[in-house]
């Protein structure tokens, strides 16, 4: 059924990433997502402040002699002030060294979702795979998002990041072939035959890694990389321009990884199904944004002894919300 026919639902999908939360819910228009950075930055108190944030509907709270700004208002300020946002997550997880980290995507969960209008309204909330080459454990990161989220009075179910991209992306093959998120802080990839997750795993190089190598590299702040990278970076743009000569090496670098990654997670798993058939590979997630992105995952691909046959390669139709789509999809199926 075409989202336009479809009647609007209480239901939610969550994305929780790294760099950003997004929200996704069924309208009678259809899908509707709204997003909001998974970012906090901290300025001076002063009651003057407060009142005129407070007009202004920044989303923001006191905090002893500080005033904390969330979410997308974070980056402005951050700009205005010359200061660093702060993220509760890092490398796909909450990070641990962030203590405000639990209470800002509370507030930024509470910005985008509210509370549940009535008991036992569904949300289901994408969680990261376990990592392929790391041990550390999802359990925190899983327990503050479900939660979070219950905390706001909603029924939770949790989905695995690369089947969400499945479920929102691979209708027509039956949610059979291969998702894969290329967010911020990690790479989540699930190989999925009729919705079941067969295979699933995350690497922890992503956006941030060819931001901080590329900006290493060419004697730049990540950030202002970053920037450049979201707005004007093509693959081989500019001849001379080091910034985007550094992030086509880091980009480069991190497709190898990831195609490398699914090459041996698959070549070794036990589970890999015998398919009857090439299976599709769908792209998501903002670092498949940069253009030439598909081109170069192709190449790698083909340079690679990929054990899955593949019948096509291709971009999700909005990267940066698949996994809250996909998210929605699996909580109304519930
Ligand atoms: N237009 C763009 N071109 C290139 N990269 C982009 C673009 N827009 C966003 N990005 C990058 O995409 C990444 C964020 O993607 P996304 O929102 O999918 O991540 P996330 O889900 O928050 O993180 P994760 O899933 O890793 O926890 C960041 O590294 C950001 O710089
Ligand atoms: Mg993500």
């Known amino acids: 059924m075409p ?10 999908g969550l994305d929780v990433g790294t760099s950003r ?19 906090f930055v901290r300025i001076p108190f002063s009651r003057m402040t407060e009142s005129v944030f407070k007009k202004e509907n920044i989303p923001c709270s006191v905090d002893g002699d500080e005033i904390v700004i969330y979410g997308n208002d ?15 997550m890092s490398r796909g997880l909450l990070n641990p060294d962030e203590p405000a980290g639990p209470a800002v995507i509370r507030e930024i969960v509470g910005i985008l979702a509210g509370r549940a209008a009535k008991p036992g309204q569904r949300l289901c909330a994408s969680l990261p795979g376990r990592p392929l080459d790391a041990i550390e454990d999802l359990k925190y990161h899983q327990t503050v998002v479900e939660q979070t989220a219950s ?30 998120s290329c967010g911020g802080g990690m790479c989540n990839v699930c190989l999925g035959y009729l919705s079941v997750p067969v295979i699933s795993f995350s690497i922890a190089q992503a956006g941030d890694f060819v931001d901080t190598q590329a900006a290493a590299a060419a004697g730049e702040v990540a950030t202002r990389v970053r920037l450049f990278k979201e707005q004007d970076f093509r693959f081989n743009g500019t001849p001379g321009n080091k910034i985007e000569y550094a992030l086509t090496v880091y ?16 070549s070794e798993s036990t589970a890999l199904p015998k398919l009857d058939r090439p299976v599709p590979l769908v792209l998501s997630g903002g670092t498949t ?7 170069r995952f192709e190449k790698a691909l083909k340079q690679s002894p990929f054990p899955v046959p593949l019948s096509e390669v291709k971009l999700a139709a ?3 919300n698949a996994t809250a789509r996909g998210a929605l999809v699996s909580a109304l199926s519930e």
């Not at 939360?21 to 970012?39: P, S, W, Y």
């Not at 944004?289 to 081109?295: D, H, M, N, P, Y």
Request: charged share 25%.
């Open 3 to 12: 989202d336009s026919e479809k009647k609007s639902d209480s239901r939610f």
């Open 21 to 39: 939360i997004v929200l996704a819910r069924q309208t009678e228009k259809g899908i509707d997502c709204r997003a909001h950075l998974n970012a």
């Open 74 to 88: 974070a980056e402005k300020f951050a700009n205005i002030f010359h200061v660093e946002t702060r993220r509760p």
């Open 151 to 180: 905390d706001f009075g909603f029924t939770v179910t949790t989905i695995n990041e690369g089947l969400a991209v499945i479920y929102s992306e691979l209708a027509d093959s039956n949610y059979t072939g291969i998702g894969v």
């Open 251 to 266: 980009y480069d670098e991190m497709i190898r990884g990831l195609v490398e990654a699914m090459t041996r997670a698959f």
């Open 289 to 295: 944004l940069a253009k030439g992105f598909l081109g």
């Open 318 to 320: 909005e990267p940066l």
